[in-house]
């Protein structure tokens, strides 16, 4: 009797052809997925596909949006490149741009309230620097110390960042012109970032994001910390090996990793909004999606250009979806998780490969 | 045999009509090239039924690939394979397996948590779906006996030691229904009663109809147990001979070339002669460790209250089977792990659970055990591997930044001096072969003229020239003036090198002799755990 | 070789995905605009009722002398079948697009889950020709109020806000009065005397309608409390459905009210009806007699379609400009016609209660707009009463008029004066008969 078998086995030699076509494959065969989707809807996918890449990447509209949410994810990624590099899970840059905020806040409405501008800017930014690099270094030294899994601690930092932003907004910060709606006073003026006139673009966060780009790069690649941190990420034992201090290198990931998280929080309060107010409005998941860009970039700051951008055009192409396809915006959702389960496992398709077999009594014929 | 219910090879007709002399492998003109590299280039090989062929060659040589390419885990450019008479094109393991193919890694690929059973039940497709594990372990049972593989189905892998996982993955391949076995380098993790142990099962199986490749690289062991032995040299065959008519020196020539062996092999033999004859101008102490005692990692006390000193220009070697608190002691020494009790000094400097960085800056060089675990990040390039205990002082760095443009220079340096051969410091390390991972790291450790070396099974897995090559520099050094701790299994090097040998056992010293009047045969005793009283050869009683 | 084998199969099966997603768009775009079409024709026709009505109403001549087409777009922050507050919105949205349909011409983007995405979509709609936008979350205020200065020429409405500028209004159809008539309910339907409020968010306007309502129940039973339990949502069926079991069980309620955007509560009284234990509940926001039928009582509607018909006529008749919004806020209540008391239009009272309430009397005198005196009145009446009362061009009743204790015992309204616009804006106080507190923090 002959079945048929589908047996999964590792490939040893991937040529480079391969390499370069797989991943395009993946996200062709994530975008055939939501063609189901959107056919399902009823519409029709290669006009929507048109339309989100035209609104989000060809338009003046559409690069505009998609530059206000670049910021964010460029400065969260950053953070994240460096902690990722030294195989610490940060997850918690969510929480970590939310005590940004909530340092920017401060500065701006109680501690140097009614100084100029080129003080309170750029103490905000310190300060939210800091708030932010504190909030991480609590998982780092549980981390150094006991042993205390990251990936659970940054994750559960953030829920009680956003319990504090709450707290904060419904207690003791509550504005006192908002008609105790629970949000802050607005900033002044002098605590509000400049814009790029006609848009949304806090340009003095996207300067910083900018010049970090290669100046974490070249933290990375050429200084003695970036060399540490290289090591310790590659190979924990030849690190303790080599004397590398393992708290040392667990404290300055975290303090840089979560210090840019703040740096995208202050940008955030005191480029948008203004104020502070629900978690939610003031980050729509920067910090997680961060970790898909951080991951797409394989932890390098010079490709989280590319990749901050395209995923900040997915996000103005979802609003596309919902503007124009008049579809819920979930489809956003799936479409991102879509082509980072198809990328994740195309990387298998590149270790592993499927046959399908015919196996027979005589065993013998399945090496042809 | 009543456990073929499910196993049974497929092959078992045809196994039955073999005699011993029938060719059961044949591979023809077989070549494989890798980027920049011929790994193997028209190979002819042939495997009889009931024999023990070996493989030999220097590392490098080619021999891996060549199993590899049988074993399905690569695919020839050229050539053909033909099993059992029939023309095969594996494109996987598994259907190498299926052809009743079976390879055991130096390394057995185990799962620690589960039991012998489970990992055994877990490579069998066949094997019932529920609850496989007591029929498995009936098994296991019946192949133990069978070829005095003895194990117990019940451990749990982590608890085995390195020869125990050994059988474990020769078993698993039997009874997979393997019945042409390649063991690549199986006697390198072993002590030499677990060798020895190896090498009975080895002619039991060929009894039972087994047909082995080896492979190795210890000429002493080749000779002992093969039938026939091919050598390999840079990818090519140099030829097959039968074990009775070869010779260790015609080996040597035949591994090496026939150039080679003057320049380097004998060479350094006398070389090494040379720098023994100078004889050790001892100077002061460097390192010395008194009443130690380390914890392993199951919580056991595994060095208990060791004492001895190293001097300048002196080879301390410590020799005992593995396992024996060697690891600990050396951890302990080089700051990896913390010590429960007891002084460690380096220049009279008590470094006691200072951490590594304190080892390092007193000038302390350490070949590590493990060279991947430890000595080297793979992914890495070489630059980055050789500067890995220097890049935090000038000149290979400011205060910030790494001094790229002389840390490339240092490097190409280093690696002319040392002859690590690639096209380019900024090769991933995870493409050396073995040798020259090991040159990485000499280059690396003894760059700095360091006056304590401590070198944990220098020449472990090396090939005969590397292994000479190691050695040299370990004498030069010495000669230099430093001070050398080597931790040996291998008594013969341990005899070869050192000044003053210790025995350890059970993590302790058994004893301290010096070098002159060391012998084999008490040393190899009392790494059994025999002792002796210093005045009176007889034994006077085993520990144990 | 496998691996091309493979890779064929995978292309192939991207090329069969897009193929028959291209053919299959085509197909079902076109009957789905056939059956949307059907629908529209069908709604038309049952609006048209609504619509001659509302014709009727308005005093103001139909609109002829500006031809032109007037675009309007609305933002909301939740999906529209949240059956709530978004739902309400829309509800609003569809029956003025079919009240004006010669010459508005209306758009929806629902979800907008945060403000910067609002900004984004603003920018949207403004280069699409839109010149009138609608932003009906509290969430998007700041934003709007930043887009009013960016595009002088557009005209922006914010729903629930207090910032305006010279072309941008804001608009509110508060329910605290319908929350005092179902407090005179609730007051009258308990046997425990122990009254249940899940609420949303600790905000003025919830805690407004907690207090009204509160101030309704101890009209008819002085004796009653009214328990509340916060969710800290706007949208959370699973917390709501919890809390209302905890006050049924735990805090012995019989009677709940809430406000949440979906019938979970109205379900969970239903399902103790069901099992014995009678639950009273009001709805909230959109009509919920059909998850509750043996249950709810009565409840809150909004008309926004109210407001939406005003500003939109204003604007097409050029009241409204884009220099004159800075004053204009609605603030709509009963009088207007921007709220309902009633769990389904047109129902005030569930029928079933009829009965009951007209026999449990209400020991007071009340005044009719009229000038008669009724002494003693039913409860119904006196629901009918108070909602003549506040319908009234120039009310005569206010359920804010003191003597208004606090939780403290603090007088917080004198006897006989009102609560004013800024003071119900700002409530951060609980009335006497509440039991719980407002969380000073997030928590």
Redesign the interface.
């Known amino acids: 009797m002959k079945k048929i078998r589908i047996r999964v086995e590792r490939v040893y030699e991937v040529p480079l052809w391969l390499r370069i076509v797989i991943p395009i494959i993946a996200i062709l065969v994530a975008l055939s997925i939501i063609a189901i989707i959107f056919l399902i809807q009823g519409i029709n996918p290669i006009i929507a596909y048109a339309e989100i890449f035209h609104d989000a990447f060809l338009t003046t509209y559409g690069i505009k949006f998609n530059v206000v949410k670049l910021i964010p994810l460029l400065l969260c990624s950053l953070g994240l490149s460096v902690a990722f590099k030294a195989n610490v899970w940060n997850i918690g840059a969510e929480g970590q741009l939310l005590m940004g905020a909530i340092a920017a806040t401060w500065i701006a409405l109680f501690k140097l309230k009614g100084y100029p501008s080129y003080i309170v800017i750029p103490a905000m930014y310190v300060l939210g620097f800091i708030f932010g690099a504190l909030w991480a270094l609590i998982p780092a030294l549980l981390k150094a110390k006991f042993e205390v899994n990251e990936i659970i601690t940054t994750l559960m930092m953030n829920y009680i960042a956003m319990k504090l932003v709450l707290f904060l907004i419904y207690g003791p910060w509550r504005g006192t012109t908002t008609w105790k709606y629970p949000i802050t006073d607005e900033f002044p003026a002098e605590a509000q970032l400049p814009l790029i006139p006609g848009t949304l673009i806090h340009w003095p966060s996207l300067l910083i994001a900018l010049i970090l780009v290669p100046v974490i790069y070249l933290f990375l690649k050429r200084t003695k910390i970036g060399y540490e941190i290289s090591v310790f990420g590659l190979n924990p034992n030849a690190a303790r090996y080599a004397g590398i201090n393992k708290t040392k290198v667990l404290v300055i990931v975290m303090l840089i990793s979560g210090g840019l998280a703040g740096i995208a929080g202050v940008g955030e309060v005191a480029g948008i909004h203004h104020r502070l107010r629900y978690p939610s409005s003031i980050s729509s998941g920067y910090g997680y999606t961060a970790i898909i860009t951080t991951w797409l970039a394989k932890l390098n700051p010079l490709l989280l250009l590319p990749t901050t951008f395209f995923f900040g055009g997915l996000l103005v192409g979802g609003d596309v979806i919902k503007i124009d396809l008049r579809l819920p915006s979930s489809v956003v959702y799936l479409f991102n998780g879509l082509i980072l389960t198809s990328l994740v496992s195309s990387d298998i398709l590149l270790r592993y490969r499927i046959r399908l077999l015919v196996v027979g009594e005589e065993d013998d014929k399945c090496h042809s | 045999m009543k456990s073929s219910k499910y196993y049974l090879s497929p092959f078992s007709q045809t196994l039955s009509s073999l005699k011993k002399g029938d060719i059961v492998v044949l591979m023809k003109g077989i070549t494989k090239r890798f980027p920049g590299v011929i790994a193997n280039y028209k190979i002819d090989f042939d495997l009889r039924y009931g024999e023990i062929h070996a493989l030999l060659g220097e590392n490098g040589a080619g021999k891996t690939t060549l199993v590899s390419i049988l074993y399905g885990i690569h695919q020839p450019d050229e050539g053909e394979i033909y099993v059992y008479g029939k023309r095969v094109h594996f494109r996987s393991p598994r259907d190498a397996i299926r052809m009743g193919i079976g390879m055991v890694h130096q390394h057995p690929r185990l799962i620690d948590t589960l039991t012998v059973a489970e990992n055994i039940a877990l490579s069998l497709k066949d094997a019932p779906f529920i609850n496989p594990v007591p029929n498995v372990e009936e098994l296991i049972k019946e192949y133990s006996e069978k070829y005095g593989l003895k194990v117990d189905p019940k451990a749990k892998v982590w608890q085995l030691s390195a020869g125990e996982k050994q059988r474990v993955a020769i078993l698993r391949t039997l009874i997979s229904g393997a019945k042409i076995l390649i063991l690549d380098e199986p006697t390198t993790s072993l002590s030499p009663p677990e060798r020895n142990d190896l090498f009975e099962a080895m002619k039991a199986l060929v009894e039972e109809g087994a047909s082995i490749i080896f492979i190795s690289h210890k000429l002493k062991e080749v000779l002992g147990i093969s039938d026939r032995i091919t050598v390999l040299r840079k990818g090519r065959k140099v030829g097959t001979v039968s074990a009775e008519e070869s010779s260790p020196e015609l080996l040597i020539k035949m591994m090496l070339g026939e150039s080679k062996p003057m320049s380097i092999g004998l060479g350094l033999g006398k070389a090494k002669d040379q720098l023994h004859k100078v004889g050790h101008k001892v100077g002061k102490k460097i390192l010395e460790v008194h009443n130690l005692y380390v914890l392993g990692d199951r919580g056991e006390v595994a060095v208990k209250g060791v004492s001895f000193e190293v001097r300048e220009g002196e080879i301390f070697g410590i020799v005992g089977v593995p396992g024996n608190g060697q690891r600990e002691l050396v951890e302990a020494i080089v700051g990896l792990r913390k010590a429960l009790k007891g002084v460690i000094r380096i220049s009279g400097v008590d470094i006691t659970n200072k951490g590594p960085l304190a080892v390092i800056n007193m000038g302390v060089a350490y070949i590590p055990e493990d060279r991947i675990k430890y000595g080297l990040v793979l992914d890495l390039t070489i630059a980055e591997n050789l500067i890995l205990k220097d890049y935090r002082r000038p000149p290979f760095s400011g205060r910030i930044m790494l001094n790229t443009s002389y840390i490339s220079k240092w490097c190409l340096d280093l690696m002319r001096r040392y002859d690590i051969k690639t096209p380019d410091i900024n090769t991933p390390v995870k493409y050396l072969s073995g040798g020259n991972l090991q040159r990485v790291i000499l280059a690396r450790e003894f760059s700095h003229n360091p006056k304590l070396i401590i070198a944990f099974r220098p020449t472990y897995g090396l090939d005969v020239a590397a292994t000479e090559y190691v050695q040299k520099l370990l004498l030069q050094e010495k000669q230099r003036g430093a001070a050398i701790l080597l931790i040996s299994e291998d008594l013969d090097e341990i005899i070869e090198l050192s000044d003053r040998i210790a025995v350890m056992f059970e993590g302790k010293f058994m004893d301290i002799v010096p070098a002159g009047r060391a012998d084999a045969e008490r040393l190899g005793l009392m790494m059994m755990g025999v002792r002796f009283h210093e005045e009176d050869k007889d034994t006077c009683g085993k520990s144990l | 070789m496998?691996?091309t084998k493979?890779?064929i199969v995978?292309?192939v099966?991207?090329a069969i995905?897009?193929i028959?997603?291209?053919a299959?768009?085509?197909f079902?775009?076109w009957?789905?605009a056939k059956s949307t079409i059907a629908s529209l024709e069908s709604r038309a026709a049952s609006l048209e009722l609504q619509l001659q009505q509302l014709q009727q109403q308005q005093q103001q001549p139909p609109p002829t002398q500006k031809p032109q087409k007037i675009k309007a777009a609305w933002i909301y922050i939740g999906?529209v079948e949240d059956y709530g507050w978004t739902y309400g919105h829309d509800r609003g949205r569809r029956i003025v697009a079919e009240l004006f349909k010669d010459w508005l011409e209306v758009h929806a983007?629902?979800?907008?889950?945060?403000?910067?995405?609002c900004?984004?979509?603003i920018?949207?709609?403004v280069?699409e020709g839109y010149q009138v936008i609608f932003t009906t979350s509290?969430?998007f205020m700041?934003v709007t109020y930043e887009a009013a200065k960016?595009y002088p020429d557009v005209i922006f409405f914010h729903c629930s806000g207090?910032k305006r500028y010279k072309n941008m209004g804001t608009y509110f159809a508060d329910l605290y009065q319908i929350y005092y008539l179902n407090g005179l309910i609730a007051g009258a339907l308990t046997k425990t005397n122990r009254v249940g409020y899940v609420a949303a968010?600790?905000?003025?306007e919830v805690i407004r309608h907690i207090n009204a309502f509160a101030i309704g129940v101890k009209e008819v039973n002085p004796k009653a409390k009214v328990y509340v339990l916060w969710i800290?949502e706007w949208y959370a069926p699973d917390k709501a459905r919890e809390l209302a079991e905890t006050l049924i069980n735990k805090y012995n309620c019989d009677v709940l009210a809430f406000t949440e955007d979906s019938p979970a509560v109205v379900e969970v009284c239903q399902e103790y009806y069901e099992k014995g234990k009678p639950v009273y509940v009001f709805s909230h926001y959109s009509p919920m007699l059909n998850y509750g039928k043996d249950v709810c009582v009565s409840g809150q509607l909004v008309h926004w379609e109210v407001i939406y018909e005003d500003i939109l006529l204003k604007i097409k008749q050029g009241i409204y400009n884009t220099t004159n919004l800075e004053n204009v806020d609605y603030w709509w209540l009963l009088r207007e016609g921007a709220v309902e008391l009633g769990c389904d239009y047109g129902v005030p009272i569930n029928p079933k209660f009829e009965s009951i309430l007209k026999s449990i009397r209400v020991n007071e005198t009340v005044v009719l707009p009229n000038g008669t005196l009724v002494e003693n009145p039913s409860v119904y009446d006196l629901v009918f009463i108070r909602l003549e009362q506040m319908k009234q061009d120039n009310p005569t009743f206010d359920p804010f008029t003191g003597p208004i204790y606090d939780q403290d015992g603090n007088l917080r309204v004198p006897p006989g004066e009102r609560l004013g616009h800024d003071a119900l804006?700002?409530?951060?106080w609980f009335v006497d008969n509440v039991v719980g507190e407002i969380?000073?923090?997030?928590?």
Request: net charge neutral; with cysteine.
């Open positions: 496998s691996m493979n890779l995978v292309v099966l991207a995905c897009a028959a997603g291209f299959g768009g085509w079902l775009a009957s789905r999906p983007v629902p979800d907008v889950r945060d403000a910067s995405k900004a984004q979509v920018d949207k709609l280069a509290f969430e700041d960016r207090y968010h600790p905000i003025p800290h804006w700002t409530m951060d969380p000073k923090g997030g928590g």
